[in-house]
């Protein structure tokens, strides 16, 4: 009986205790220092998880505001450099919002693996969160982003990256 109190009780708490528990800190502005910067990161990784989460068509105004911030956090980065490359980046023709979640990626892979500058790894990041994002928004369908889903699934996505990488 008590302890079917206690979960009552937990469970009437919950939602007043979730966002606060559970909420990560968003971008709120660019940092001045390579400490700042660095300090700034987790916020970072938030602003990237909320954009790949949140659909684009609700919350634009924050979503633009988060891209702004995001795309000033990576001008400015003493740390985080990614490399845009047309012969990637052939979905943003129809798709040229997934430019941003495909920045956000390669961001993350750089952050989560100690400032990486490897350019491959660092686009089939920024692919595959393109990928995620597209799989889980209602977006028009796109043979270009079809190609890239369906070249993951073979295990031939990287071979495509590094080919397309040679290019330049």
């Given at each position: 009986?008590?302890?079917?109190?206690?979960?009552?009780?937990?469970?009437?708490?919950?939602?007043?205790?979730?966002?606060?528990?559970?909420?990560?800190e968003l971008l709120d502005g660019v940092p001045g220092?390579?400490?700042?910067?660095?300090?700034?990161?987790?916020?970072?990784?938030?602003?990237?998880?909320?954009?790949?989460?949140?659909?684009?068509?609700?919350?634009?105004?924050?979503?633009?505001?988060?891209?702004?911030?995001?795309?000033?956090?990576?001008?400015?980065?003493?740390?985080?450099?990614?490399?845009?490359?047309?012969?990637?980046?052939?979905?943003?023709?129809?798709?040229?919002?997934?430019?941003?979640?495909?920045?956000?990626?390669?961001?993350?892979y750089c952050l989560q693996n100690n400032y990486s500058?490897?350019?491959?790894?660092?686009?089939?990041?920024?692919?595959?969160?393109?990928?995620?994002?597209?799989?889980?928004?209602?977006?028009?369908?796109?043979?270009?982003?079809?190609?890239?889903?369906?070249?993951?699934?073979?295990?031939?996505?990287?071979?495509?990256?590094?080919?397309?990488?040679?290019?330049?």
């Open positions: 009986m008590i302890k079917n109190l206690f979960f009552f009780v937990f469970l009437a708490l919950l939602p007043a205790t979730t966002p606060r528990c559970f909420a990560q220092t390579k400490e700042e910067f660095i300090a700034s990161e987790k916020k970072v990784l938030a602003t990237i998880g909320w954009l790949e989460t949140t659909p684009f068509s609700t919350e634009e105004d924050k979503r633009t505001k988060q891209n702004a911030l995001l795309i000033a956090w990576l001008t400015n980065s003493p740390t985080v450099t990614i490399e845009i490359n047309a012969d990637v980046l052939t979905f943003t023709k129809k798709h040229s919002e997934l430019l941003m979640t495909f920045m956000g990626g390669w961001t993350r500058k490897d350019a491959i790894q660092g686009s089939l990041a920024g692919i595959r969160s393109v990928i995620k994002v597209y799989k889980n928004q209602s977006l028009k369908k796109d043979k270009e982003v079809e190609k890239l889903i369906e070249l993951e699934g073979k295990g031939e996505l990287e071979n495509w990256v590094r080919e397309k990488m040679e290019k330049r």
